[in-house]
């Protein structure tokens, strides 16, 4: 079995770099929104390794199968486990996380109902020649020369050394639930958890309303911001959480927010929980509810259903705003985009 290293990791930048800027050129990819994996078949055994300490081996027996029976050859593989529903197909992120069950039956029932696919972008290992060291563009010919051919659900990703055709695909892709473009350094070789990626995704903002904060695990301050949008009923529903505050501010929010704190008929405040995440089962969700009156803006990416996909950036505090003019209205909405027309 081959040792699967730490992901090589991306950094964000604000726009698609100039390729002929860049000393040894880039190429360019979809950014996947999926779960990282780093798969291993060694002609016997497969293992499919995490971004985390978590295997994905046992979530997956689809995707195990057809490792076994489709890897031309032994090999260590990264990449990106998704999972597509719909006509037009799209990338479902609520049904790829809902894969991480602890009941053996369940991710049975569930790799029948909602089976993944594995899109492979970088080849670290092939038989028994190490390729971590190689520049990417070999590490990609040499990827392209194993999948060659290679059925559904093994998929090889697209790439391109032309910056227009990604600044297509950032604007096109995300109608079929991708977040934006990746671009690699051609003459690089892997570096296991080094950012020396780029990542570009969509910025957006929203004016959103402030309903409630978790205290931060040190115990002291905030530690993130639950905010909230009115839906066509008139009611209020939250969309996500803003984060990633420096310890002085954290600090601060707590007497800023300490005003609008919804509290009971005895004066206590008044808390809730969140729902429990799969992936940090322990975790404390309380939190405690703040009365909707305080808007923001923040900036977001995109979006999942009606909530944000992930954790949005605090801009500004906007008391010019209402807090019910802060409705799902204002937010883009994108085209629709085939997945069917992305894969390979």
């Known amino acids: 079995m081959y040792e699967i290293p730490a992901p090589m990791l991306a950094k964000a930048v604000t726009a698609i770099p100039d390729p002929a800027k860049t000393p040894g050129g880039l190429g360019f990819e979809p950014k996947w929104d999926g779960f990282r994996a780093i798969v291993s078949w060694d002609g016997a055994d497969v293992l499919i390794g995490s971004r985390g300490a ?160 978790r205290v931060h695990k040190s115990g002291h301050g905030v530690g993130s911001l639950l905010v909230g949008l009115y839906d066509a009923t008139g009611d209020i529903q939250g969309v996500g959480g803003v984060a990633a505050f420096s310890d002085a501010r954290r600090l601060a929010l707590i007497d800023e927010l300490a005003p609008l704190v919804a509290r009971g008929d005895d004066g206590e405040a008044v808390t809730g929980e969140t729902e429990r995440s799969r992936f940090a089962a322990a975790k404390d969700t309380s939190f405690v509810r703040l009365r909707p009156e305080r808007v923001l803006e923040v900036r977001y990416d995109q979006l999942e259903g009606d909530r944000f996909r992930h954790t949005v950036q605090f801009a500004r505090w906007r008391p010019d705003r209402d807090p019910r003019s802060c409705t799902y209205e204002q937010l883009d909405t994108v085209a629709v985009y085939d997945l069917a027309d992305i894969l390979e």
């Not at 990264?78 to 991480?100: K, N």
């Open 54 to 213: 978590k295997p994905l081996t046992r979530y997956f027996p689809e995707l195990v199968d057809a490792f076994a029976r489709l890897l031309p050859e032994p090999c260590l593989i990264d990449g990106e486990i998704v999972v597509a529903t719909g006509q037009p197909a799209r990338l479902q992120w609520d049904a790829l996380s809902s894969r991480i069950h602890p009941a053996e039956s369940r991710v049975a029932l569930l790799a029948e109902q909602t089976p993944a696919m594995f899109i492979a972008f970088d080849l670290l290992a092939r038989g028994e020649r190490n390729l971590q060291p190689e520049p990417f563009e070999l590490r990609r010919a040499e990827l392209g020369s194993l999948l060659s051919g290679t059925p559904h659900p093994i998929h090889l990703t697209r790439t391109t050394a032309d910056a227009t055709l990604a600044a297509r695909w950032l604007a096109e892709f995300e109608g079929a639930g991708l977040d934006g473009v990746i671009a690699k350094p051609l003459d690089q070789p892997y570096a296991p958890g080094k950012r020396t990626m780029l990542k570009i995704k969509h910025a957006r903002t929203a004016d959103v309303v402030a309903i409630g904060y």
